[in-house]
């Protein structure tokens, strides 16, 4: 069967779901999303769910703070259902050495508008009782950041999207982009046909693979994560805001009542997307639950809730592709988001529709996530030398 359409939106993660939303509601008529398996199937579903502004380069520090607007009001912007955005303030703590390039972080996002601010360790003590600090660390404190939860946002934006006309297909992995003479013109999936003009290219994991057949190719790894939750006993450790521990290269952040969640930067592995091992291994909780007691001295006496895997997709410089086609009329991509994609991706629909629809981001400038930046070796910056943050 062939069906036409002014869009079709390859992947059902957060970044696929935000850029339909944003599609249809400047007006594209009835795009369509064609998803592999289910929403949030890839990285969206397994992401830590962390909103905090901390970056080195202004392009992701901006599409952080421009997504954080959006998170904290999003009844009112997007609607379609709760994601769960809880704001719990986030400690940036950073070892001597890293010092300079934090201090240079700070003011770039001040200036970018950031609630963020280097404090004392007597301020960061009284903002966060439960965190041991060392006398040679320096500390920011982001009053405004938090967590949301990165599948009830793919799906708020999908059903949001939906009531407005759009079409989300389920289980209809895309086999290809049709170009013919330099322009897309259809996407087809095993069974059928989706005559358009427009293809969006969110595949996460899968995006190298995917674009092998249009002959693009791009340094797209994905790679394997852990994370592991842990009961708290709220009387050691009653409560504790999020936190990016450069000193012991972990992030972590509360759930609910009682659990801490905890990841790190420092430990991947390439991954096969469609074979990977889901689980947390043994090394890893013993590793990193040793880390985090030494920020958060009580937690040995936790109890491990649970733990589990998932995929980053990761570039040389740890900054995502969000570009046109060059050569290809009406084919975007839009993947590469390492461990930072969600709290990116309110902002990064607005910015991909304006590319779409304008032929230019008007909400920043994103000419620093180009596809040829690769090519040109004009990588981004990430200042610091330890993959926590970049
Ligand atoms: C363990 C972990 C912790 C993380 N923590 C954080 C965090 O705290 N904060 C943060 O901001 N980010 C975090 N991230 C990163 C964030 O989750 C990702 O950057 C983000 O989810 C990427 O979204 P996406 O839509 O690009 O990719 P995905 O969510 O992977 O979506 C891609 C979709 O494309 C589909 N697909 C693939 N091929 C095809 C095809 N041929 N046809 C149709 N569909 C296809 C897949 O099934 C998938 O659903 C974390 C990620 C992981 C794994």
Redesign the pocket.
């Known amino acids: 069967m062939t069906v036409t359409t002014e869009a079709v939106i ?7 779901t935000s850029i339909l939303y944003n599609l249809v509601s400047r007006g594209v008529k009835s795009p369509i999303l ?18 905090r502004m901390h970056y080195s380069t202004e392009v992701n520090a901006r599409l952080a703070w421009e997504s954080l607007k959006i998170f904290r009001d999003w009844d009112s912007m997007v609607g379609g259902g709760q994601v769960g955005f809880v704001k719990t303030g986030y400690m940036v703590f950073v070892p001597d050495d890293a010092k300079d390039a934090f201090r240079q972080n700070i003011e770039m996002q001040q200036k970018v508008g950031i609630a963020t601010e280097i404090v004392s360790m007597q301020e960061a003590r009284e903002l966060a009782p439960a965190f041991r600090l060392d006398e040679s660390e320096a500390f920011a404190w982001e009053s405004e950041s938090g ?1 949301g939860d ?1 599948s009830a946002t ?1 799906l708020a934006y999908s059903t949001r999207a939906r009531e407005s006309g759009a079409r989300v297909i389920l289980e ?4 290809r982009v049709e170009i013919t003479a330099g322009r897309v013109s259809a996407v087809e ?1 095993a069974n059928e046909r989706y005559e358009t003009s427009t293809a969006v290219i ?6 190298s693979r ?1 674009l092998t057949h249009l002959g693009i190719k791009l340094p797209l790894k994905p790679t394997r ?3 592991i939750l842990l009961r708290r006993t709220t009387d050691a450790i009653p409560n504790h805001p999020g936190g990016g521990d450069m000193s012991n290269l972990i ?1 972590f952040r509360p759930e609910g009542p009682d659990l801490t969640l905890v ?1 790190n930067g420092n430990r991947e592995e390439e991954a096969n997307p469609d074979a990977y091992n889901p689980r947390a291994t043994m090394d890893f909780v013993q590793d990193i639950w040793g880390r985090l007691a030494k920020r958060l001295p009580g937690i040995e006496d936790a109890e491990l809730f649970t733990g ?6 990761t570039t040389p410089d740890l900054h995502q592709v969000v570009d046109k086609v060059d050569g290809i009329e009406g084919l975007y991509i ?2 590469g ?9 309110p902002a990064i629909g607005v910015a991909v529709s304006e590319l779409i629809l304008e032929g230019d981001a008007k909400l920043l400038d994103i000419s620093s996530l180009r596809m040829s930046r690769f090519a040109e070796g004009d990588l981004n910056s990430t200042r610091y030398s330890f993959k926590v943050i970049a």
């Open positions: 390859i992947g059902g993660g957060v970044m696929g064609l998803e592999r398996d289910t929403l949030g199937s890839g990285s969206t579903g397994r992401s830590s769910g962390a909103i967590h990165p793919a209809s992995p895309a086999t999936t969110a595949t996460g994991p899968w995006s995917f994560h852990e994370v992030y990841g589990y895997a998932g995929l980053y997709t839009c993947t988001f390492s461990g930072h994609g969600f709290k990116l991706a």
